[in-house]
């Protein structure tokens, strides 16, 4: 009989108090049957569980994350791109800081592009039209050399590299 009564008492041990219901280990997954409990997870991400209302929030909400995972990867791609790009092309006379204090840049009269008296005269369509056509001085000598290999977007990139360059 003492045996009974621990048994009983060990039984009740594993009831909710609150609701009366068993106790089980794993929660909602040992209740429902795991396999069960794993496609209903699986159907909540896809589309299964919950109201239609309640799937279309998830899609938006998992379709907006997306999009801004896929922006951030593709803004700093392009950064990167631009980057290399200004290493391949400018660089040379501009110097990695923009500054212009190479010895090309200083023969050529490179501007300092960190100087923000600078940055605010030089307008974003003087500065793709420079890269695109290139620059020349008043007598017609060749000082910058258009960038012909460079798509729109590179060029677009490299005027957004180059605005970085500001104090």
């Given at each position: 009989?003492l045996?009974?009564?621990?048994?009983?008492?060990?039984?009740?041990?594993?009831?909710?108090?609150?609701?009366?219901?068993?106790?089980t280990?794993?929660?909602?997954?040992?209740?429902?049957?795991?396999p069960?409990?794993?496609?209903?997870?699986?159907?909540?991400?896809?589309?299964?569980?919950?109201?239609?209302?309640?799937?279309?929030?998830?899609?938006?909400?998992?379709?907006?994350?997306?999009?801004?995972?896929?922006?951030?990867?593709?803004?700093?791609?392009?950064?990167?791109?631009?980057?290399?790009?200004?290493?391949e092309?400018?660089?040379?006379?501009?110097?990695?800081?923009?500054?212009?204090?190479?010895?090309?840049?200083?023969?050529?009269?490179?501007?300092?592009?960190?100087?923000?008296?600078?940055?605010?005269?030089?307008?974003?369509?003087?500065?793709?039209?420079?890269?695109?056509?290139?620059?020349?001085?008043?007598?017609?000598?060749?000082?910058?050399?258009?960038?012909?290999?460079?798509?729109?977007?590179?060029?677009?990139?490299?005027?957004?590299?180059?605005?970085?360059?500001?104090?």
């Amino acid at each position: 009989m003492l045996m009974q009564h621990k048994s009983s008492e060990s039984r009740d041990s594993r009831r909710d108090p609150a609701t009366g219901r068993a106790r089980t280990p794993g929660g909602n997954a040992a209740r429902v049957g795991k396999p069960q409990w794993a496609a209903c997870q699986a159907k909540r991400l896809t589309s299964g569980c919950g109201t239609d209302e309640q799937k279309n929030m998830r899609m938006k909400k998992l379709l907006t994350l997306l999009i801004a995972i896929l922006s951030v990867g593709a803004l700093s791609a392009k950064a990167a791109d631009a980057k290399a790009l200004y290493e391949e092309n400018c660089q040379k006379c501009h110097g990695a800081d923009g500054k212009g204090e190479t010895k090309m840049g200083k023969k050529m009269g490179a501007k300092d592009y960190t100087d923000a008296k600078v940055q605010a005269e030089l307008k974003d369509d003087a500065a793709t039209k420079a890269i695109k056509e290139g620059l020349k001085d008043k007598e017609g000598k060749v000082i910058m050399k258009p960038a012909e290999s460079l798509s729109d977007g590179d060029i677009k990139g490299l005027v957004a590299y180059m605005r970085g360059f500001k104090k």
